[in-house]
C-alpha cells in the first residue's frame, strides 16, 4: 500500500512565517494551553492534505499560505 507523512507544516502571513515545525515519522503529539491554536494547525493540515474549509477562526483567516513537505514513497513533495 501507499504511504505518506507530513514532514514539515508552514504558514505564512505576508510572507513571512507564522507557524513552521518539522514532524518526526510516527505519532507526534501537538500540547498547549486552552486557545494556543492545537485546533487550528490540525485545521490547517486537514486543508493542506486536501480538505476544504471555510470556518477559520480570526488569527488563522489572516494567513496567506499554508505550505507543506510530505514524504512519499517516491521521495519529498511539496505542496
Same mark, same amino acid.
Given at each position: &500500500? !501507499? ?15 507564522? &507557524?513552521?515545525? $518539522?514532524?518526526?515519522?510516527?505519532? +507526534?503529539?501537538?500540547?498547549? %494551553? +486552552?486557545?494556543?491554536?492545537? !485546533? $487550528? *494547525?490540525?485545521?490547517?493540515?486537514? &486543508?493542506?492534505?486536501?480538505? %476544504?474549509?471555510?470556518?477559520?477562526? !480570526?488569527?488563522?483567516? +489572516?494567513?496567506? %499560505?499554508?505550505? =507543506?513537505? *510530505?514524504?512519499? =514513497? ?6
Amino acid at each position: &500500500y !501507499s504511504q505518506f507523512h507530513i514532514k514539515r507544516l508552514r504558514v505564512m502571513q505576508g510572507g513571512d512565517p507564522v &507557524y513552521d515545525q $518539522t514532524f518526526h515519522t510516527g505519532v +507526534n503529539i501537538i500540547r498547549g %494551553e +486552552n486557545g494556543s491554536g492545537k !485546533s $487550528t *494547525i490540525a485545521d490547517f493540515i486537514f &486543508y493542506v492534505l486536501g480538505g %476544504e474549509f471555510d470556518n477559520w477562526k !480570526s488569527v488563522a483567516a +489572516n494567513c496567506d %499560505e499554508v505550505q =507543506a513537505e *510530505i514524504g512519499t =514513497a517516491s521521495g519529498l513533495l511539496t505542496v
